[in-house]
């Protein structure tokens, strides 16, 4: 029997450092099985493939690169192609290709830091042997680093910094209440579901922010999803016009900030997603067709390069 998610094996046998927490990946690595990443109509992943392999990314980010308090730029290239030759030796990455998985690995890896820092250090700044070593739940953490690590996040500099994000983030407003899966993720599960119907993205803003019951718990984004309703009625009526960026959830929440984008995801401009022709839905088996045609190239390129 396949083992399960919580089986813990390793899955570096150079460098020692870190393990695995994904043996269904690792089990099909060793079976030189790599299942196909599809990607939505934006160039968004979605699917399950998808999904695991970002757990994957998570893993590897957490585990290979080193815990010290520097930014991303500052980490050696033989640690980033590391990760990348380990997602390419378990998936077919196709056209997000090393860019994405690196991409992802540095948000993952700062989410890792921050999450570090937000419960299993400032929560102890005035018990000194709860900081002494590293968490339980990450027993992979070199002690030196983890020293280096709290004495960097108890320092007067990154408080200062800690003091400024936080303002930051009392700031926002309407957050989403998205899994992993994202907003690519969502769009794919709702045209499965509506099939026939334009997914656009004031309903995925709306749809992003309710819990699994339907409700928005929220009353601020209960009031925006309000007008995000009454505003897409108009619209069906012929009583409102909308006209490229000129959209409902723009009408509905105000001008976008310069270069980003409400409701779709990171990674996606405006100019990107607003001179995209109308949306088709693409078909379960036209994904597949491309995903194998991505697959065979890729393997004739390796038998041509031999």
Do not use: C
């Not at 585990?63 to 290239?77: A, G, N, T």
């Not at 108890?154 to 209440?177: C, G, M, P, T, W």
């Not at 690519?184 to 579901?193: F, I, N, P, R, S």
């Amino acid at each position: 029997t396949e083992p399960t998610s919580q089986t813990t094996i390793s899955d570096d046998s150079k460098t020692g450092r870190g393990m695995s927490t994904m043996p269904r990946v690792v089990k099909r690595k060793l079976q030189k099985l790599r299942p196909i990443v599809e990607y939505n109509k934006r160039g968004k992943g979605i699917g399950q493939a998808h999904s695991e392999m970002q757990s994957y990314i998570g893993v590897l980010a957490r585990s290979r690169v080193p815990l010290v308090d520097k930014k991303w730029s500052q980490i050696p290239k033989d640690v980033k192609e590391q990760i990348w030759e380990a997602v390419d030796m378990a998936f077919v990455v196709g056209q997000g290709g090393k860019k994405s998985v690196l991409t992802s690995a540095a948000k993952k890896w700062k989410d890792f830091k921050s999450t570090l820092t937000r419960h299993y250090i400032l929560p102890y700044t005035n018990d000194k042997e709860k900081l002494s070593h590293p968490p339980e739940t990450y027993k992979f953490i070199e002690k030196a680093q983890w020293d280096a690590f709290v004495a960097s996040r108890l320092s007067k500099d990154f408080e200062s910094v800690h003091s400024q994000h936080a303002q930051i983030r009392e700031k926002l407003e309407y957050n989403h209440r998205l899994s992993r899966k994202g907003y690519a993720g969502l769009e794919d599960q709702l045209e499965e579901t509506m099939p026939g119907v334009e997914i656009d993205r004031s309903t995925l803003w709306k749809r992003a922010r309710q819990d699994k019951h339907g409700n928005i718990p929220d009353p601020k984004v209960a009031e925006k999803a309000k007008l995000i309703d009454e505003l897409q009625k108009q619209v069906s009526e012929g009583k409102v016009r909308v006209d490229g960026s000129k959209d409902v959830l723009t009408m509905a929440l105000g001008p976008e900030h310069p270069g980003r984008l409400r409701g779709v995801g990171a990674g996606i401009s405006p100019r990107q997603y607003f001179n995209l022709p109308k949306p088709q839905r693409v078909s379960f088996d036209d994904r597949l067709k491309e995903s194998l045609r991505v697959l065979l190239q890729e393997e004739t390129n390796k038998m041509e390069a031999k």
